[in-house]
Structure formats: structure tokens, C-alpha cells
């Protein structure tokens, strides 16, 4: 028992902080409580966390991607282009597709050409953003009473939320990846020791292509609820995506230099977060303080996570001394 | 060794290649005040850029730096308008380096990966900048400040002066120096600068402080130039000076680097932005194409690396033939 709280001790703690933080809100805001803003959180929780999930992986494998609001900009655009012309079912598939496209770029420039990942997907963000501005053309593409994209952000399936259906759909998928496939731990070997894992025989460049093409697809499926949600495609949606995402990640307990990745954690994160949002809106808290608190949020997150990589690396050291 | 040298300071003969074709092809290219107007421009970039050469050569990044010119600039504008010019040019100094400690202590002293720490400030010194002024825009009168960005000594700017004077200083720092060399052993090696007992932690926080001064300098010439604080200014600003100190041939990996060549692709880049408004880029499409610079830029040392293995290659083939 005693071991299976130690083991899970990142995840509880989280769960306590949101509990605790759930409880002052509700206290000093009745509002909280009531079933409507639950779900309403759950739907916001949905919207970071599939992405999260995806940037998990990244994460995992040792890179990570700060294309992803970009990423979430173009697929709404190219979502909304393909949907008032040619139907939904095509639109979705484009999205996929042109996600996918962004992916495999992303992951060739990272290991073909040999920039590291964040100064590579620096560049992507810019080039994506510019491609979706100007394919939108500096406009709003409006997608009014297109009632199969609205279910994606407000049709339930036997009362629950689809977004949430979706959310636990993906997060079951990823945990089966991330911890019971060989794919998994080979990113995880990729993530913790590339060169070690190269000579071993893992092919390092594809599973770093992978991991970028798995975050470029559940981004897709942020995009999916999002559009969903603003009934538009806008090109300028997303600007903050990437903080968002990358401080779920890490305040869930993802190691930033890579190898040990956290699903659960990055889940009870984004749902942490996401009753920060709601609890400061909901007491009509200025959105600037909003951006500074989970900014605030991000740095004490790495402090934090600063701080276990160092007792780590120092374990590591102790056992080789042995 | 000739060839060498002509590879290092590519970006000097690029500049004037690319001037000389300019100065023949527009007419407005030549006027004065154009020329004039790209050193000014040159230079806002290219001060914040001298910092950063620092930062990249001990292979880290600042993003922060931006909201680091919308947080410095309101407050500089808040305390001119009521302490008078000296004392507020100070105090902007003595908080840029405060910003600047904030990024270093974090980075060095709990081991955390650069980019995601900035990535924190980046959103919350902004995030700042908007509360302490609530979004509103601070009009700058002192005459003796503004010339700052618009004077001119003789025929050149007063920025390029400030640009000039701290780009030679910064280059005696780095090459002249304990600390300078302190910096570019870092990028090389930090294993090896921990075992020959330079205190690491102490020269990448004083890294960071050094970029908080420069950006400090490069917020009066900015906003100077456009005489008003505004919280909105500079959201590309960390991308822009990455890009002149790559573009400057400095490595992304660390160690290797110049302050001369920073200043001079400060000045190119200038030039190429200069020339897309000359000929009436579309402003979507000039992002696009800073981003492909960028990308070019970074994959340069790529190139450069498989030329060198391609004329090893060769020479192989001849000896072994012989």
C-alpha cells in the first residue's frame, strides 16, 4: 500500500491540489458546484488534454513541439475551407492528413537535418501560422449550421459530452501504447538514451518522426472540439496552445530532458489547470492575471521537476560508484 | 585555411552582394533615409542580438526577451513621465538585469532546459506588462529621449551608435576575457567545465543577466523610436534576434561564435525586411519568408558539414587511387 502511494505520489498530490482548489472556489463562488460548470470544466479539460497526451509522447522521445497552436490553427482553417465545400466526412480526413504532413515535416527537419527540436518547430510554428493566414485569407471562415461539427463539441452520447467520450478514448489508447507496446518503450529507451538506443538497434529517427506525427494528431482532434466550439475557422486561434499544453505535461510529471513520460499525471494535470481557469473566470478574475498564473504555474512546475532530475541523475550516480 | 575563413564570415559577403544588387536595381534603395532607417532597424534587433549571441554560444536560448521589451518599456515610460529621464533609463536597466536573474537562476540553479523556462516568462512577464498598465499605450514626450531613437550624430543614427559601442564591448567581453572564454567553454563542453572547476552556474546566470541588460538597451531604442510604450510591441522580437545570431553563423549546438558577424546580420536581415516592404510583400507572406530564412539558417552548419565530409570523401577516393 505504502508502495503504491509512493508510486503514484506525483499523481495524488495533484489530485489533492485540485480538490483543495475546487473546494475554495466553490466557497468563494457557489457557481462552482453546480453540474453544468462541471461538465463545462470537463469539456475545457478535453480541449488541452488530447494534445497533451500526444505532446507526452514527444516528450518522451526527448523533443517536443512548439508548432502545436499552429498546427491547431491551420487544421481549423483547413477543417472549416473543406467542410463548406465538399462536406464534413472529406474535412475531417483533410485535417488528418495535412496534421500528419505537419508531423513527418516537423520530425525530418528535427532528424534529417539535424536542428533540435525546439529551434525546429520555432521555425515550423512560424511557416504553419503563415500558411494558415494565408489560406484563410485574413478572415473568419464561419461554418453556421453545420450540425455534425457541432456535435463534436456539444453532442453527447447517452448524456455524456462528446469531447469527454473522446478524451478517455484517447488517453486509454495512449496509455496501451505508451506502456504495453514495443513502440513505447522503444521511445522511451529513444527518449532516456539515443545513442545507446541507436546501437541497439532501434531506428531513432522514425520513432522521433512518430512521436512528432503523434503529437500532430491529437492535435488535430484538440482543433476538431475547438472549431466545434467557436463555429469558425480562424486562423489566429491557438496562440497560447503551446504554454497550455507544455505546462500540463510537465506539471504532470513528465521528465523535460526525456525517457520517463507520465500519462496519468499529464490527465490530472490538464483537469488541474483547467479548475484554475474556470475558478478565476468564474470570480471574474482579469484574463491577463489568468496567462501570468499559469505561467507561474509552469516555472514552479520545472522547478519542481528540476529538482527530481537532479535527485535522479544523483541516484544514478550513487548506484554507478558501486 | 582561406577556405575556412570565407566560410565563417559568409554573411559579410552575402551582405554586400546582396547591397551592391540592391543599390543598382531600386531606386528608392538608395535614398538616405533608407539606408539610414535599416541601421535603425539593424540596430533594434541587433542590441537584444549581442545578448543573445552570448546565450547561444553557451548553447541555451532566451524567449523571453520580447515580453521583456513590453514589461520594460511600460514601466520605463510610467517612471519617465514622473522621475524624470536618467533615473528611469536606470531603473529600466536595473529591472531588465532582475528579469534576466529570474531566467538564470532558474535555468542554472535547478537545471532546467532554457527554452521552456523563457517559455514560462515569455507569457508571464507579458502577462505583467498588460497588468501593471492595463493595456493601455504610454505616449513618451522628452525630446532628449527620443533622439535616442531618431537622432543623429553626422550622417549616423543614434542607435547605431549604441549598436556599434556595445557590439565592441561585447566582442572584447568575448573574446578578451576570463568570462568570455568561461562562456564558449560552456557551449563546448559542460561536463568538462564542471571538472576543471569553473563555477557553470555563476556564468550562465550572468549570461542571462547580460541578455536582460541588452534587452534593457534595445527597449530604449525601441520604444524611442516609436515614442510610445505599448504592451503589444515586440511579439516576434525573440525570433528576429535568433534569427541575426544564426543568421551570424553562430552554432546552435554552442561553443562557437561571433559578436562581429551578429552585427552584420543584424544589418542583413534589416536589409531583407527593408527590401520586402520596398517591394510590396504582402505582410503574410513576409513571415513566411523570415521563416524560411530562419530555416535556412539553421540548417547552414548542416550544409556546411556535408560539403566538408563530401570534399573528404573525395580527397579519400584520390588517395586511395593513388
Same mark, same amino acid.
Given at each position: 500500500?505504502?508502495?503504491?502511494?509512493?508510486?503514484?505520489?506525483?499523481?495524488?498530490?495533484?489530485?489533492?491540489?485540485?480538490?483543495?482548489?475546487?473546494?475554495?472556489? /466553490?466557497?468563494?463562488?457557489?457557481?462552482?458546484?453546480?453540474?453544468?460548470?462541471?461538465?463545462?470544466?470537463?469539456?475545457?479539460?478535453?480541449?488541452?488534454?488530447?494534445? $497533451?497526451?500526444?505532446?507526452?509522447?514527444?516528450?518522451? !522521445?526527448?523533443?517536443?513541439?512548439?508548432?502545436?497552436?499552429?498546427?491547431?490553427?491551420?487544421?481549423?482553417?483547413?477543417?472549416?475551407?473543406?467542410?463548406?465545400?465538399?462536406?464534413?466526412?472529406?474535412?475531417?480526413? !483533410?485535417?488528418?492528413?495535412?496534421?500528419?504532413?505537419?508531423?513527418?515535416?516537423?520530425?525530418?527537419?528535427?532528424?534529417?537535418?539535424?536542428?533540435?527540436?525546439?529551434?525546429?518547430?520555432?521555425?515550423?510554428?512560424?511557416?504553419?501560422?503563415?500558411?494558415?493566414?494565408?489560406?484563410?485569407?485574413?478572415?473568419?471562415?464561419?461554418?453556421?449550421?453545420?450540425?455534425?461539427?457541432?456535435?463534436?463539441?456539444?453532442?453527447?452520447?447517452?448524456?455524456?459530452?462528446?469531447?469527454?467520450?473522446?478524451?478517455?478514448?484517447?488517453?486509454?489508447?495512449?496509455?496501451?501504447?505508451?506502456?504495453?507496446?514495443?513502440?513505447?518503450?522503444?521511445?522511451?529507451?529513444?527518449?532516456?538514451?539515443?545513442?545507446?538506443? @541507436?546501437?541497439?538497434?532501434?531506428?531513432?529517427?522514425?520513432?522521433?518522426?512518430?512521436?512528432?506525427?503523434?503529437?500532430?494528431?491529437?492535435?488535430?482532434?484538440?482543433?476538431?472540439?475547438?472549431?466545434?466550439?467557436?463555429?469558425?475557422?480562424?486562423?489566429?486561434?491557438?496562440?497560447?496552445?503551446?504554454?497550455?499544453?507544455?505546462?500540463?505535461?510537465?506539471?504532470?510529471?513528465?521528465?523535460?530532458?526525456?525517457?520517463?513520460?507520465?500519462?496519468?499525471?499529464?490527465?490530472?494535470?490538464?483537469?488541474?489547470?483547467?479548475?484554475?481557469?474556470?475558478?478565476?473566470?468564474?470570480?471574474?478574475?482579469? /484574463?491577463?492575471?489568468?496567462?501570468?498564473?499559469?505561467?507561474?504555474?509552469?516555472?514552479?512546475?520545472?522547478?519542481?521537476?528540476?529538482?527530481?532530475?537532479?535527485?535522479?541523475?544523483?541516484?544514478?550516480?550513487?548506484?554507478?560508484?558501486? | 585555411?582561406?577556405?575556412?575563413?570565407?566560410?565563417?564570415? +559568409?554573411?559579410?559577403?552575402?551582405?554586400?552582394?546582396?547591397?551592391?544588387?540592391?543599390?543598382?536595381?531600386?531606386?528608392?534603395?538608395?535614398?538616405?533615409?533608407?539606408?539610414?532607417?535599416?541601421?535603425?532597424? $539593424?540596430?533594434?534587433?541587433?542590441?537584444?542580438?549581442?545578448?543573445?549571441?552570448?546565450?547561444?554560444?553557451?548553447?541555451?536560448?532566451?524567449?523571453?526577451?520580447?515580453?521583456?521589451?513590453?514589461?520594460?518599456?511600460?514601466?520605463?515610460?510610467?517612471?519617465?513621465?514622473?522621475?524624470?529621464?536618467?533615473?528611469?533609463?536606470?531603473?529600466?536597466?536595473?529591472?531588465?538585469?532582475?528579469?534576466?536573474?529570474?531566467?538564470?537562476?532558474?535555468?542554472?540553479?535547478?537545471?532546467?532546459?532554457?527554452?521552456?523556462?523563457?517559455?514560462?516568462?515569455?507569457? /508571464?512577464?507579458?502577462?505583467?506588462?498588460?497588468?501593471?498598465?492595463?493595456?493601455?499605450?504610454?505616449?513618451?514626450?522628452?525630446?532628449?529621449?527620443?533622439?535616442?531613437?531618431?537622432?543623429?550624430?553626422?550622417?549616423?543614427?543614434?542607435?547605431?551608435?549604441?549598436?556599434?559601442?556595445?557590439?565592441?564591448?561585447?566582442?572584447?567581453?568575448?573574446?578578451?576575457?576570463?568570462?568570455?572564454?568561461?562562456?564558449?567553454?560552456?557551449?563546448?563542453?559542460?561536463? !568538462?567545465?564542471?571538472?576543471?572547476?569553473?563555477?557553470?552556474?555563476?556564468? @550562465?546566470?550572468?549570461?542571462?543577466?547580460?541578455?536582460?541588460?541588452?534587452?534593457?538597451?534595445?527597449?530604449?531604442?525601441?520604444?524611442?523610436?516609436?515614442?510610445?510604450? /505599448?504592451?503589444?510591441?515586440?511579439?516576434?522580437?525573440?525570433?528576429?534576434?535568433?534569427?541575426?545570431?544564426?543568421?551570424?553563423?553562430?552554432?546552435?549546438?554552442?561553443?562557437?561564435?561571433?559578436?562581429?558577424?551578429?552585427?552584420? +546580420?543584424?544589418?542583413?536581415?534589416?536589409?531583407?525586411?527593408?527590401?520586402?516592404?520596398?517591394?510590396?510583400?504582402?505582410? @503574410?507572406?513576409?513571415?513566411?519568408?523570415?521563416?524560411?530564412?530562419?530555416?535556412?539558417?539553421?540548417?547552414?552548419?548542416?550544409?556546411?558539414?556535408?560539403?566538408? @565530409?563530401?570534399?573528404?570523401?573525395?580527397?579519400?577516393?584520390?588517395?586511395?587511387?593513388?
Amino acid at each position: 500500500m505504502k508502495r503504491l502511494i509512493m508510486k503514484h505520489s506525483d499523481n495524488l498530490s495533484l489530485g489533492a491540489v485540485i480538490i483543495i482548489l475546487f473546494a475554495v472556489f /466553490s466557497v468563494m463562488q457557489p457557481n462552482m458546484m453546480t453540474a453544468f460548470n462541471i461538465k463545462n470544466i470537463l469539456v475545457q479539460v478535453s480541449l488541452t488534454a488530447i494534445a $497533451a497526451a500526444g505532446m507526452t509522447f514527444a516528450y518522451t !522521445a526527448g523533443v517536443f513541439d512548439m508548432s502545436i497552436g499552429s498546427i491547431l490553427a491551420l487544421v481549423s482553417v483547413v477543417l472549416a475551407k473543406v467542410a463548406t465545400t465538399s462536406g464534413v466526412f472529406p474535412a475531417v480526413v !483533410a485535417a488528418f492528413v495535412i496534421a500528419v504532413i505537419a508531423g513527418v515535416v516537423n520530425g525530418l527537419i528535427v532528424t534529417k537535418l539535424k536542428i533540435q527540436a525546439f529551434a525546429a518547430t520555432l521555425v515550423t510554428m512560424i511557416l504553419i501560422r503563415g500558411i494558415a493566414v494565408l489560406m484563410a485569407n485574413g478572415a473568419d471562415i464561419p461554418l453556421y449550421s453545420m450540425e455534425s461539427i457541432k456535435f463534436l463539441s456539444s453532442g453527447t452520447i447517452a448524456g455524456i459530452p462528446f469531447p469527454i467520450i473522446l478524451t478517455v478514448f484517447v488517453y486509454v489508447c495512449s496509455y496501451i501504447i505508451y506502456y504495453k507496446t514495443a513502440f513505447g518503450m522503444k521511445l522511451r529507451s529513444v527518449g532516456s538514451n539515443a545513442e545507446a538506443s @541507436k546501437i541497439s538497434g532501434i531506428k531513432t529517427d522514425r520513432m522521433i518522426i512518430a512521436a512528432f506525427t503523434m503529437t500532430a494528431v491529437t492535435a488535430v482532434l484538440s482543433s476538431l472540439i475547438k472549431t466545434a466550439q467557436v463555429m469558425f475557422g480562424k486562423a489566429t486561434i491557438g496562440e497560447d496552445f503551446a504554454l497550455d499544453v507544455m505546462t500540463t505535461v510537465i506539471l504532470g510529471g513528465t521528465l523535460v530532458t526525456g525517457g520517463k513520460g507520465n500519462l496519468t499525471g499529464t490527465l490530472t494535470a490538464s483537469i488541474l489547470i483547467a479548475v484554475i481557469k474556470n475558478g478565476l473566470n468564474i470570480n471574474n478574475v482579469n /484574463s491577463y492575471y489568468q496567462q501570468l498564473v499559469i505561467g507561474m504555474i509552469l516555472i514552479f512546475a520545472l522547478i519542481v521537476n528540476g529538482i527530481k532530475a537532479m535527485k535522479n541523475e544523483r541516484q544514478i550516480r550513487r548506484e554507478g560508484e558501486f | 585555411m582561406k577556405k575556412i575563413n570565407i566560410g565563417k564570415h +559568409a554573411v559579410v559577403l552575402i551582405l554586400i552582394i546582396f547591397w551592391i544588387v540592391m543599390y543598382a536595381m531600386s531606386s528608392s534603395f538608395r535614398l538616405g533615409d533608407n539606408l539610414k532607417s535599416i541601421l535603425r532597424e $539593424a540596430s533594434m534587433t541587433g542590441i537584444a542580438a549581442l545578448g543573445m549571441t552570448f546565450i547561444i554560444i553557451m548553447g541555451d536560448f532566451d524567449l523571453s526577451i520580447g515580453s521583456m521589451v513590453a514589461l520594460l518599456g511600460i514601466v520605463m515610460a510610467g517612471f519617465m513621465n514622473s522621475a524624470g529621464l536618467i533615473p528611469s533609463l536606470v531603473i529600466v536597466c536595473a529591472i531588465g538585469v532582475v528579469c534576466g536573474f529570474i531566467n538564470g537562476v532558474i535555468i542554472a540553479y535547478f537545471n532546467v532546459p532554457a527554452f521552456i523556462t523563457t517559455l514560462g516568462t515569455y507569457y /508571464s512577464f507579458r502577462a505583467m506588462a498588460y497588468i501593471l498598465n492595463d493595456a493601455n499605450t504610454i505616449i513618451c514626450t522628452n525630446p532628449v529621449f527620443l533622439k535616442i531613437g531618431s537622432g543623429s550624430i553626422g550622417v549616423i543614427p543614434v542607435p547605431f551608435i549604441i549598436f556599434i559601442v556595445l557590439g565592441v564591448i561585447g566582442c572584447i567581453v568575448l573574446n578578451r576575457t576570463v568570462y568570455g572564454r568561461n562562456v564558449r567553454a560552456l557551449g563546448n563542453s559542460e561536463k !568538462a567545465c564542471k571538472i576543471s572547476g569553473i563555477n557553470t552556474k555563476k556564468v @550562465k546566470m550572468l549570461a542571462f543577466m547580460l541578455m536582460g541588460l541588452c534587452t534593457a538597451v534595445s527597449t530604449m531604442v525601441i520604444t524611442a523610436r516609436q515614442a510610445c510604450a /505599448s504592451t503589444d510591441v515586440a511579439t516576434n522580437f525573440h525570433f528576429d534576434a535568433i534569427t541575426v545570431v544564426v543568421l551570424g553563423g553562430t552554432k546552435l549546438t554552442g561553443g562557437e561564435g561571433s559578436i562581429f558577424n551578429t552585427i552584420i +546580420a543584424a544589418i542583413l536581415y534589416a536589409t531583407i525586411s527593408n527590401c520586402l516592404n520596398l517591394y510590396h510583400v504582402d505582410a @503574410k507572406w513576409q513571415r513566411i519568408c523570415m521563416g524560411l530564412i530562419l530555416l535556412m539558417a539553421f540548417s547552414f552548419g548542416f550544409i556546411q558539414q556535408l560539403i566538408v @565530409k563530401m570534399r573528404e570523401n573525395s580527397q579519400k577516393k584520390i588517395t586511395q587511387n593513388a
